[in-house]
């Protein structure tokens, strides 16, 4: 059996290291970043990635507690994700923790775990973030606008046809 270069692994701990140097340095910039930010499918290759493709794999949760979300809505979590055959991670990134935590809440979390392949995974993204604020180009900041129960047929056709208004009525 051949043994491992300590070279190697060396190398690769430097690389760790430098990814959360990266995110150290920029973490203020990232705590300003919503995750309706992050595109979706991103966010999908995160919740894929983080512990493979296994669903029943509750090591998730240890992420999603950190975050600040209760058991309940984990258990919500995990209902939808089974549902719909996505990872767990992904329908809480995507879902839940778009008004509770920011992109730089997430990454502090992913350090901590150590889970130097989703930092790697993430760099792309947060450079083209960092590379746009440093052009100046407007990057906003504030969470992403939602109305419960907002249907926009209903809306948009009632103020055309006055007789929709009539007809709700009865």
Not at 89 to 113: N, P, T
């Amino acid at each position: 059996m051949a043994e491992a270069n300590p070279l190697l692994e060396e190398d690769f701990l430097d690389e760790n290291a430098v990814y959360v140097v990266f995110y150290q340095e920029n973490i203020a910039f990232l705590k300003k970043v919503f995750l309706h930010q992050v595109p979706d499918e991103l966010k999908r290759e995160i919740g894929r990635s983080y512990y493979g493709s296994s669903l029943d794999d509750s090591k998730w949760r240890a992420v999603v507690e950190e975050l600040g979300i209760d058991h309940n809505t984990i258990d919500g979590i995990e209902c939808k994700s089974k549902s719909f055959g996505v990872p767990p991670l992904y329908v809480a990134l995507s879902g839940c923790l778009q008004c509770v935590a920011s992109l730089g809440d997430v990454i502090e979390v992913f350090i901590k775990k150590k889970k130097y392949n989703l930092l790697r995974l993430l760099k792309p993204f947060v450079e083209g973030m960092l590379l746009r604020r440093d052009n100046g180009d407007r990057i906003t900041y504030e969470p992403r606008a939602t109305a419960p129960n907002f249907v926009f047929h209903e809306v948009y056709t009632s103020e055309i046809n006055p007789n929709v208004n009539k007809q709700m009525m009865v």
